[in-house]
């Protein structure tokens, strides 16, 4: 028998789901996997969907999605891991701050986020990082309410909008989309978006000035910007690992996925011809 489904009954059930699945997670702390769950199992009874074809559906979906990026989050989220308790992430960050210089900590802080969280999640990537945010400001007096957004900033866009995040993967799975050229137009599109949110996180600094106490218990609120100290914290350094090492399980798999793009666009194109 064939199911006839109507498109907008579907859309309407779709958007009730959306508020379901935020409600779950945000204020009843469900997990993730069972709130989606509900939701999707939501949408089709909503949309007239019957319970049987609601279910295989489900199974279906999840099962050819899992099947397309389940190999790239694994690993994906292994690395994660391996950066954390490294100290990597923590070396990327102390390498841009001091080659960017004094008073560009903010912009430091926006790049680090944005190359960590291409293999960490974002909120693991913001638990490793936001104690260094705090020492930044401690030490320079600047607002760790800018250095905290400009982080956050730089963790959120690549978790949006680049693989290997399970988002964006997800999406080049299920669009059919090469992942070497979802990451290739995610960096271009994220790179304006950090520079456009620095504004933003330079603006709301100025306005919640905050740094922290000498003992570092607390918190105090400013009426006005202090006189900058450069930030030289090295003493820990001994006990990360070098550069190349931090950067080079980002930077090298990145490339390679990349050139395998290019040289497939280059492949598909064909030899130039000139016609006379």
């Known amino acids: 028998m064939e199911i006839t489904v109507s498109g907008g009954q579907m859309i309407f059930g779709l958007v009730v789901s959306i508020f379901l699945l935020i409600f779950l997670i945000m204020k009843t702390k469900i997990h993730a996997f069972p709130a989606l769950i509900i939701a999707a199992a939501l949408t089709g009874i909503i949309g007239g969907m019957p319970s049987t074809s609601v279910i295989a559906s489900i199974t279906k979906g999840f099962g050819n999605t899992l099947g397309s990026i389940g190999i790239i989050i694994g690993f994906g989220v292994m690395m994660g891991e391996i950066f954390e308790f490294s100290g990597a992430a923590k070396r990327m960050a102390k390498t ?67 693989p290997p995040t399970p988002g964006p993967v997800g999406v080049a799975g299920l669009f059919g989309i090469s992942v070497g050229s979802l990451m290739l137009w995610g960096i271009v599109l994220s790179i304006p ?54 950067f080079a399980p980002i930077v090298v798999p990145i490339i390679l996925i990349l050139l395998q793009t290019v040289t497939a666009v280059m492949k598909l194109q064909g030899p130039v011809i000139n016609k006379k």
């Open 96 to 162: 841009f701050i001091k080659g960017l210089g004094k008073g560009r900590e903010e912009l430091a802080l926006a790049i680090t986020g944005f190359i960590v969280s291409i293999p960490i999640f974002c909120d693991s990537g913001f638990v490793i990082l936001a104690p260094l945010a705090k020492v930044i400001s401690k030490k320079t007096k600047k607002s760790v309410v800018t250095l905290g957004v400009s982080l956050a900033l730089g963790l959120v866009v690549t978790h949006s909008l680049i």
């Open 193 to 246: 978006m950090v520079f456009g949110g620095l504004i933003y996180a330079k603006y709301i600094g100025k306005q919640i000035y905050q740094i922290p106490s000498e003992d570092g218990e607390g918190w105090v609120r400013l009426s006005g910007a202090q006189t900058l100290a450069d930030y030289t914290d090295d003493k820990d350094d001994e006990k990360l690992p070098s550069a190349v090492a931090a």
